[in-house]
């Protein structure tokens, strides 16, 4: 492994836990919605299984040692009905797209910086639809995953 890429090893590991959070906390948003709502859970599931698998791979390739998700994750606030099925969706790829921009900051290669700005942009069109399903507003970000202003 080249020194250069060192941060952005921790990086992609940062967001492969951030990644983990996601696939697990989409189990809690499916599991508020009825089963006529569950498409686009079941679809942004797979999106973060898909690149959890993904980073998994690169960073194995690359000689570091991916953890694993954890067993259990705490929920920032109860989930009792839809709307806060899709609060906590909008929060989960919140918590993926400014692990993304982490990336971006250290990223050392071009196809790091590829992956990442693909990986945050698929994330906040989702987040866009489940804010907006939360009632939200606004619905979008001009900077997703950095701080607000």
């Keep these: ?14 967001v492969l836990a951030a990644e983990h959070a996601a696939v697990w906390g989409y189990g809690v948003v499916g599991a508020a919605l009825g089963p006529g709502q569950r498409q686009p859970v079941s679809a942004a599931e797979n999106a973060h299984r898909d690149v959890r698998d993904r980073l998994t791979a690169l960073l194995t390739e ?6 694993g ?5 705490a929920l920032p606030f109860p989930v009792l009905s839809a709307v806060d099925a899709a609060a906590l969706a909008a929060t989960l790829e919140e918590g993926v797209t400014t692990a993304w921009v ?5 990223a050392a290669e071009r ?4 992956l990442a700005m693909d990986a ?9 639809g489940w804010r907006a399903a939360a009632g939200q507003s606004p619905a979008t970000r001009a900077l997703p995953g950095l701080p607000a202003g």
């Design 111 to 114: 196809t790091t910086r590829e």
């Design 1 to 14: 492994m080249a020194d250069d890429t060192t941060d952005e090893n921790g990086a992609l590991a940062d």
């Design 62 to 67: 690359r000689g570091e040692d991916p953890a």
């Design 102 to 106: 982490r990336v971006l900051d250290r």
């Design 120 to 128: 945050l942009g698929a994330a906040e069109v989702r987040a866009v």
């Design 69 to 73: 998700p954890a067993g259990g994750y």
